[in-house]
């Protein structure tokens, strides 16, 4: 995220570009106003940046007299990330720019139960085949970015014991990936990705927000400071498996009971449903029968709103975000899903913490995950840090 270096910070070519993402374009003067710098650190640092093509001149600025002073903007152009989301039975990928915009995107039914190495396989091949359809070169990839249905390992990026994935379990993604696209992969969970792509996409000015996937299962995606919050083991947001009060007679499949996602998960209301003599077989009908009006539906949903409000309230208290972005297959079943959410919350989180609080449904739509897979590969290779570190710029010091 576009930030101003923090006063007294170093601020080298990474965070000189880290400023100008914000499209913006500005003058070598506004640049060393802003920074602090010499003109002439300011120069090289524009030059290396110039050289590797992440900014590019914009034209000049209108001027009183003499020569015009040349602005430079961030060049979103210059790379291309490949980002993955894959599902439980379907895959979405999609090539976009270092601003996010798509430039190919493609989805098909893929079943992750057929193992590591076919998904994959089909994912490098279609995802090689987008970049043609984009008319990017390999050379042009910063990286590939995937998300899978199930706990991940970031660091090393294996999936965890995932419940769904049969074959997945410790499997070494990125080792597996970069033999045939040979550049950095990257892998998360799902709702991580959801939430990064929903965050660089339609919420940018809040820090802290709380991004709730609602399906078959119910995760929770947590940005601190414009960055995702993994914790220590990477199981940060893991929210399906809260105890909610008054649930206890309910088995989860974890073993434990009153669990929030065997209370209000798609796949809990499909049960609740199908006992009730109400045909529905996942969340995709619960959304079905709530948009054609289904009482008992409505209800459901409703409750389950509430459900998750309720563990929510707990998590607004203790990490005080400035929104809650509520998305996910169950919240396309309209207004009732996050009415029951605000009900909740601002009944029972502090008042301080609500006071400016924001609930709102996701905007980004189904697309999020695989455009945040990318942001997540961006994110990391413009880190100023990372990019100062890289061997393009460290002779400006
Ligand atoms: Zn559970």
Redesign the pocket.
Known sequence: MPRRPAPGASVGAGALLQLLRDGTPRTRSELSAITGLARSTVTGRVDALLASGLIAPTGETASTGGRPPATFAFNPAARIVLGADLGATHARLAVTDLAGNVLAAATADLDIALGPKAVLDWTVEHGLALLTEAGRPVGDLLGVGIGLPGPVEHDTGRAVNPPIMPGWDGFDVPSYVRERIPVPVMVDNDVNIMALGEHFTAWREHEHLLFIKAATGIGCGIIVGGQVYRGAQGAAGDM??IRVAGADDVH?????TG?L??VASGAAIAKRLTDQGIRAGGSLDVVELARSGSVPALRLVRQAGRDIGEVLAGAVNFFNPSIIVIGGSLALAGDHLIAGVREVIYQRSLPLATRHLRIAAARTGEGSGAIGAGVMVIEHALDPARLDASTDFKTNG
């Open positions: 399906g498996h989860c499949r974890c073993g434990n669990c996602e065997a």
